[in-house]
């Protein structure tokens, strides 16, 4: 059975990622790869609610979630400036929460598409859920939204035609 207010918040983090990809510049870019069955890493990042956002030399890198961290992007610095902010301003980010190392900040999702979302906060580390929990989880929402017809971001084409994915 699927706890609706955790489905809510894996719409919001497939929403983000699905965002950082349309923000995405392909023509920059030609080594982005897009992933249709994206994964967390349990190891990694588990809040205890909401969603944060990192950030690695200005460009967006993962999405930590209650069920661990959800790589963008990954660590590839290109220079986002203009499409950042407007990724920002989306997701109704007010401001950077804190570094985590010189060339890394973190950012609390307050809302994406005008969806609010709970104030986020980090699990403590001793309370981590188990992988197999998390990884069970995630790929059960994941099942679960492409049931209901959801979709992981559009090819490279379709982006560049200005053609999206439904986000949320």
């Avoid at 983090?13 to 023509?27: E, F, P, R, T």
């Avoid at 809302?111 to 059960?140: A, F, M, Q, R």
Wanted: glycine letters at 6%.
């Amino acid at each position: 059975m699927l706890n609706i207010s955790d489905y809510q918040i894996f719409l919001a983090a497939i929403g983000i990622y699905n965002l950082v990809y349309k923000y995405a510049d392909y023509s920059r870019r030609p080594w982005i790869k897009i992933e249709k069955n994206p994964a967390v890493n349990p190891f990694f990042n588990q809040t205890k609610q909401g969603l944060f956002l990192e950030m690695y030399r200005g460009e967006p890198s993962s999405i930590h979630t209650p069920w661990g961290r959800l790589t963008c992007l990954g660590n590839r610095p290109s220079g986002w400036n203009e499409a950042c902010n407007k990724l920002l301003d989306e997701l109704g980010v007010v401001a950077q929460i804190r570094l985590m190392e010189a060339h890394s900040q973190i950012h609390a999702i307050r809302e994406v598409c005008g969806d609010k979302l709970p104030v986020p906060e980090y699990k403590n580390i001793t309370k981590y859920e188990s992988y197999s929990w998390c990884d069970n989880t995630w790929k059960d929402f994941l099942k679960n939204y492409y049931h209901q017809g959801g979709a992981v971001v559009c090819l490279a084409q379709d982006v560049e035609r200005g053609d999206y994915a439904s986000i949320l």
